[in-house]
């Protein structure tokens, strides 16, 4: 999978959640997921369930811990994806 | 009983979600148009229920939508949903606005009490037990607990709102919705609170009326008829039909009201909640008399009102057994015989039964009865029970347009509990 098609996919799953619709308009790899978009942090166990079965692969939790922006989780998708 | 330092309480708004209504212009509509809900479920006949039938809100997620985000709808369940929506029109009825999500502090005046009397089995059934019985306990995510505990719905809806005062649910099985009321009524009498959002919900997941199913309490005969199988007060009434949806009041502190000059459905005189112990014929499953006489003759104190000034009851009326024996009930404890009893409805007869959310759906149809001055007509009961045939005059079979000044709304529910509330329409 292309870096692009991470990256949109990563943010499709994250903006499902996020409570702040601004910050959605100017969004990059340095966003905070709660932080900026203030994404619930009890939600941050479902994206990490969405990115398994969108990327067909298992997140352990201390790596899940390890994502704070989006940044951080397109850089762990791909990781693991190689 | 009522004293002097109690405060009075009003109505101040209403929302509801029904098996043949989305909100209360919807409701008054169908109630005075005698449109039932209930529809043949073909779910129901794959999973070898003995009754088919049942009453769903129609069309509800294109609003749900609408009203709320993706967040949102991932972590509401269905009885949730209706409470969220019953709630919000409420909320927007009175006059009142929900804070903005980055207000310093709540609404510390206002709260909410809605329960629920089974609650939400459809998370349950399609997350909790298949991931547990996969062992697969991670994938249950964050979103199951908020669906799954008791005050699921108030929490919701305290957050939605951003309510400040008790945020709470009830439960006393089908008298859940109408104690709601009569909690949050005596909340604000006490003084505790200016506001109160008051009601329940109930979702339609088969496995909540499974276990109907097989107590044979579910109508089983007219499947090839849905709209004809929720039959109170008729000699053919083999049970009832399970419904779903939410009723939500929001009820307030007289001053409060006038003081902002919000519209008054009605004043609460009374309310009253009791249980009968199981003793003296009363069950798990079945009213005691003596205890339902007593209640609704304590929510009349509690109101300092005369029974004879009682002129409509909206029932329990489930199209149990039990029908014959409420209208009985109600007679003694009026002191009010046959000759001179109030017109009585089932609401049921069109909506079924929404098991918590039924007396809290049926005090909405109560207040919108009286603001637009109906009796709406009680279906299927051509065949009157003979057992109160005497009675079958006060029981409208189609829409009559008559003024209502003073109301009683009961419900009863397993456990042998019941509440009782009697409203007088504001200005009458």
Redo the contacts between chains.
């Keep these: 999978m292309e870096q692009s098609e991470i990256y949109s996919n990563v943010v499709r799953i994250i903006s499902?959640?996020?409570?702040n619709e601004e910050a959605l308009k100017t969004l990059n790899t340095e966003t905070h997921i709660i932080n900026d978009l203030q994404?619930?942090s009890?939600?941050?166990?479902?994206i990490v369930?969405d990115f398994e079965d969108t990327f067909n692969l298992e997140i352990s939790d201390d790596d899940a811990d390890r994502i704070s922006t989006i940044g951080d989780a397109v850089k762990l998708v791909k990781d693991l994806m190689h | 009983m009522q004293t002097p330092t109690l405060k009075r309480v009003v109505v101040t708004g209403l929302g509801v979600v029904a098996p043949n209504a989305r909100n209360t212009v919807e409701f008054t509509e169908s109630l005075r148009g005698m449109r039932s809900g209930l529809r043949h479920l073909p779910v129901l006949q794959e999973l070898g229920f003995a009754c088919q039938v049942g009453g769903i809100p129609q069309d509800v997620a294109a609003i749900a939508e609408k009203l709320f985000s993706e967040d949102l709808r991932f972590s509401m369940n269905e009885a949730i949903t209706y409470a969220a929506m019953a709630s919000l029109e409420a909320f927007a009825d009175a006059g009142l606005k929900p804070l903005p999500a980055d207000a310093d502090e709540p609404m510390y005046d206002t709260g909410a009490i809605i329960g629920t009397g089974i609650g939400g089995l459809d998370t349950f059934s399609e997350k909790v037990y298949p991931g547990v019985a996969s062992k697969r306990i991670k994938r249950l995510g964050s979103s199951v607990v908020e669906q799954i505990m008791g005050s699921g719905a108030a929490a919701r809806v305290g957050g939605l709102l951003g309510l400040g005062n008790q945020v709470y649910s009830n439960s006393s099985a089908c008298n859940t919705g109408t104690e709601a009321i009569a909690l949050g009524v005596q909340r604000i009498q006490a003084g505790l609170a200016t506001r109160m959002l008051c009601g329940g919900t109930e979702g339609s997941d088969p496995h909540i009326w499974a276990g109907f199913d097989s107590m044979r309490v579910l109508n089983r005969g007219h499947n090839d008829r849905p709209e004809a199988a929720s039959r109170p007060l008729s000699a053919s009434a083999g049970g009832f039909i399970p419904g779903s949806g939410a009723g939500i009041l929001v009820v307030e502190e007289l001053e409060s009201a006038l003081a902002r000059g919000a519209t008054i459905y009605a004043e609460i005189l009374g309310t009253a909640i009791n249980s009968g112990g199981m003793r003296a014929g009363g069950s798990m499953t079945a009213p005691s008399p003596k205890s339902v006489q007593r209640c609704i003759r304590q929510a009349l104190m509690a109101a300092s009102l005369n029974p004879d000034a009682i002129d409509y009851i909206n029932g329990h009326l489930t199209a149990t057994m039990a029908d014959p024996l409420e209208v009985k009930n109600w007679s003694e404890a009026l002191e009010r015989g046959p000759g001179r009893f109030p017109l009585i409805n089932s609401t049921k007869s069109m909506i079924g039964h929404a098991l918590g959310g039924a007396g809290a759906i049926e005090s909405v149809a109560t207040l919108l009865q009286m603001k637009h001055g109906f009796v709406h007509g009680s279906r299927n009961c051509e065949d009157f029970h003979p057992d109160i045939a005497a009675f079958a005059a006060h029981v409208p079979q189609q829409t009559r347009n008559v003024p209502i000044s003073i109301a009683a709304k009961a419900s009863f529910g397993f456990g042998d509990v019941n509440s009782c509330i009697i409203f007088q329409t504001w200005g009458a």
Excluded: E, G, I, P
Excluded at chain 1, 42 to 46: F, I, M, N
């Design positions: 499902k959640h996020a409570k994404v619930n009890a939600r941050l166990v479902d369930l």
